[in-house]
């Protein structure tokens, strides 16, 4: 079993930044994949960013590429979201997620991921 518990999340302005974490336990965190998914009122859950057991390989939704950035810290079992140039398209409930069924470049789908947080709120106002 893993444990993923999400935080960071907030209320910000447009244009501004947070960074979210997703601490794991309860396995070698570098056993899996980690991927950041999120769902806004009324929408389906939507791939955001994922990254590679060794976090040499990332990948991002075309709508954040080069404003968010995720990255893994193997000594703390956390996987980040530095979110910057926040828009208020952003605002959304954020899932970190975990695979130990999918590798690589390819773990987008919300089925590629056996393992889920419990969110955090990102508000982005205008």
């Known amino acids: 079993q893993v444990q993923l518990v999400e935080s960071g999340g907030g209320l910000v302005q447009a244009g501004g930044s947070l960074r979210l974490s997703c601490a794991a336990s309860g396995r070698t965190f570098n056993n899996y994949n980690m991927g950041w998914f999120r769902q806004a009122p009324g929408k389906e859950r939507e791939f955001v960013a994922a990254t590679s057991r060794s976090g040499g390989i990332t990948r991002y939704v075309e709508s954040v590429k080069g404003r968010f950035t995720i990255d893994r810290d193997s000594a703390k079992s956390t996987v980040y979201l530095q979110m910057n140039s926040l828009k208020v398209e952003d605002t959304a409930a954020y899932y970190c997620?975990?695979?130990?069924?999918?590798?690589?470049?390819?773990?987008?789908?919300?089925?590629?991921?056996?393992?889920w947080g419990q969110g955090t709120q990102v508000t982005v106002s205008s």
């Open positions: 997620a975990a695979t130990t069924i999918c590798s690589g470049y390819g773990c987008t789908l919300q089925t590629d991921y056996n393992y």
